[in-house]
């Protein structure tokens, strides 16, 4: 379950929760798939893709927001391909300092036009993703993440939970996450297959947020319990 927090407002809005499924679309979702693909000093480094599997329903400006809990004291030392809203508190590190610190960060995918070396496939959109059933290329979001203090082994590691996903006017409550296959990865000359280590999946479904008026600045935050 989880409890809705409102943050100020600048007008008066209404707020329903709406039931997840969409008669013309009911087995439609939007999928998170966390692959670790290498490990590191104190972590590892993992791919997250999301695909919008609903047919219809595409994300629009400002784009996708994604936060999850870490499970332990883990923190993000790298991103390529989006990048987290808020540092945290990094008082602790000295000389290499992570890039986020924050327990539950937030991420927000960068916007076209980045430096080449900040991209990663499937990146750089400003958030924005195709319905599967209308555009199967543009459905597709992806960034590169690497974590520290965080286990350097599959029996050591633990995996991100309480995922959650905002868009405009839209949020997604997760689904059970499940360990699944690894990942098998092409070599951009494509002559050579790569295979993720472990690999992690969660099926986000649909609730939506109607307002009888609409209100000029909105901000909420959605805590998992």
């Known amino acids: 379950m989880f409890d809705l927090f409102l943050l100020p407002l600048i007008s008066n809005f209404y707020l329903m929760f709406l039931d997840a499924f969409d008669p013309l679309d009911p087995t439609g979702n939007i999928t ?53 809203t808020e540092q945290g508190d990094c008082s602790k590190f000295k000389g290499n300092v992570p890039h986020c610190c924050k327990k539950n960060p937030i991420v927000v995918d960068l916007l076209p036009g980045v430096p080449y070396n ?35 082994s599959n029996k050591t590691v633990k995996l991100p939970k309480n995922f959650n996903l905002l868009c405009p006017g839209l949020g997604y409550t997760c689904g059970p996450a499940k360990v699944v296959p690894s990942t098998v990865y092409l070599t951009p000359d494509r002559r050579r297959k790569t295979q993720g280590i472990d690999d992690m999946e969660c099926d986000m479904h649909l609730f939506t947020i109607s307002r009888l008026k609409e209100p000029e600045l909105l901000c909420f935050v959605l805590v998992f319990l």
Not at 132 to 138: E, L, V, Y
């Open 32 to 84: 998170i798939k966390w692959d670790i693909v290498s490990w590191t000093a104190d972590g590892y480094v993992a791919a997250v893709t999301m695909s919008n599997f609903q047919m219809y329903r595409g994300i629009m400006n400002p784009g996708w927001t994604l936060g999850w809990q870490w499970a332990k004291k883990e923190v993000i030392w790298s991103m390529v391909g989006a990048q987290t």
């Open 118 to 152: 900040q991209q990663f496939y499937n990146c750089c959109k400003a958030g924005v993703m195709s319905a599967w059933g209308q555009d199967p290329t543009g459905s597709v979001s992806a960034f590169q993440v690497s974590v520290g203090l965080a286990g350097t």
